[in-house]
């Protein structure tokens, strides 16, 4: 599979967080993650924007064909002792991280392609595949039009790569 080689990839080791999920489910699921999530970090008291959250996201499950209706997965990272609870719709648990090749997507228009570049260079590179599932970190959290979303996406890769 080929990939683009002007591309930056890095071998990056994310940490544990905790961290709080919402599922979304439809032809765009994501929103619905997105406005759930931001809504109970709200009702939390946990401000989105100031800066000491990451926010990571997938499909979950992924889509079985381009209109089929898919799920995603919407995370927050989120203080160890914030003394939050989950709700019906937000859970939170601990992301075990681990190790990962990346690299980053400048607009939602792109991510296809970038990722069809990460796991061509991932193969190309013989990195072996890791626990867990690929990443999508979204940098630009105040962004308002798809085509300013910045995301550094991530690659689960064997521990000794």
Known sequence: MPFVADLSFHIVDLPCY??????????SPEMDAWSTLLEWAERNGLDPISGGHRFFGFNDPSPSSPDAPYGYQQWMTIPPNVGVD?????????????????????????????????YGYAEAAHLGHGEGRGLEELLTLGAQSPGEYVFDLYLPIAADS
């Open 18 to 27: 905790c961290v709080a999920t919402a599922r979304g489910f439809g032809t």
């Open 86 to 118: 989950s709700h019906e719709d937000v859970t939170l648990f601990k992301f075990s991280g681990g190790r990962y090749i990346s690299t980053r997507c400048e607009g939602l228009s792109t991510i296809t392609d970038r990722w069809r570049d990460l």
